[in-house]
């Protein structure tokens, strides 16, 4: 049984157009993926530097107490040979 022409045409073209939008769709389906993955990787590296700077201010503060403590233990330890000897 012969197959109309203009059907194998239309079906030639159709494949045609298939493989030739491929490498396009594959092209953006890479983008897609690599700008989702660059865009966590941005959002992980700015919230771990605001986590670094939340430790690294707790870390002064405790720091700044202890000398703080360390002074008024001195002061306390003279205070306290003063009046013994005095």
């Known amino acids: 049984m012969p197959v109309n022409e203009s059907?194998?045409?239309s079906i030639t073209q159709t494949n045609t157009k298939v493989?030739?939008?491929?490498?396009?769709s594959a092209m953006g389906n890479l983008f897609m993926s690599s700008s989702q993955a660059l865009g966590?990787?941005?959002y992980?590296?700015?919230?771990d530097q605001q986590q670094?700077?939340?430790?690294m201010q707790a870390a002064t503060v405790q720091a700044v107490n202890s000398m703080m403590a360390i002074g008024a233990a001195v002061i306390?330890?003279?205070s306290e040979e003063i009046l013994e000897k005095g």
Do not use: K
Request: glycine content about 18%; overall charge negative; aromatic content about 0%.
């Open 40 to 42: 966590t990787s941005a």
């Open 7 to 9: 059907i194998t045409d």
């Open 76 to 78: 306390g330890r003279a």
């Open 44 to 47: 992980g590296g700015a919230n």
């Open 19 to 24: 493989l030739g939008d491929t490498p396009a």
């Open 52 to 55: 670094a700077q939340i430790v």
